[in-house]
């Protein structure tokens, strides 16, 4: 089968498209023939090795060849103490744990995987599994008349994250790059701030902060908050995390603010509703770019410097 493989971290250019075997699935596992998999921000940190936190697993070198983890397709074979599928079935999953979507085959873990809505296309299942439950989690708290600011919103996790605080009748601001405020703007912010020339923890403060890209201190996060507000990061800096994990939460409890790190929890259950909202029309996916497996590498580049609006996905089959 052909994949996009790399043996060391780096840019795009240490991806190539190899003939590699077909994987066989093992106990509590699917083979799984990929017509989609969407690029997520994590395989680009983990093509680069950085921040520190993606080389989990392999320090020095990659811990799986092939990335992609957010697979959809059918079921091509079915492991061991599988129940549930069989093989034809058209599933979609968050394969963080073992990757290789950027692939023809992968083989996943069962309990990571979930059917595919009928009103969905493979492409569109793609760009759920891990960009969904982000946002569904990280706007949880937001509630009619509340102020919501999402930094980095202009891409996968961030459009889900403005339309589902929107539709909780929160007041959103959205934070990017200059190249994504119209589309912001389209997917209902009712402001939106260019991070390169505009401050959002120097503004009128926010009564939840959802942070994709977390680099500042935690004294400027504090700032954004209102009395009682909530900041929760989920993506940024090894060292920007350490701070709101350890001064941030001293710094909140003393401030009365809750500034703290969003513990994503994944799986079918957490994915699902809302690609059953996305089928039924109530919850919008978009899909910036598609990209054919031999351009992996320029897919991953497209997302890792900031350009795509909303998802992209590599359509394999």
Partial sequence: MKAAVYDDY????????????VPSPGRGQLL??????????????????SPFYSRLGGLRAPARPVLGSDVAGWVEAVGPEVTGFAVGDEVYGDNLGLKGGFAEYAVAPASAMAHKPDGLSFAEASTIPQAGPIAVQGTATAGSGMRVLVNGAGGGSGSFAIQLAKRAGAHVTAVDNDGKLDFMRSLGADEVLDHRTQDFTRGEPYDLVLDMVAHRSVFAYRRALAGGGRYRCVGGTTRALLRVLTAG??????TGRRLGVLVVRTGPTHFAPLAERCAAGEVGIHIDRTFPLDEVPQALAHVGEGRALGKVVVEVA
């Fill in 32 to 49: 799984v023939r990929v017509a989609a998999t969407s690029v997520n921000l994590s395989d680009w940190e983990t093509l680069r090795g």
């Fill in 10 to 21: 780096g840019p795009p250019s240490v991806l190539r498209i190899e003939d590699v075997p």
């Fill in 249 to 254: 939460t001293a710094l909140g409890l003393l």
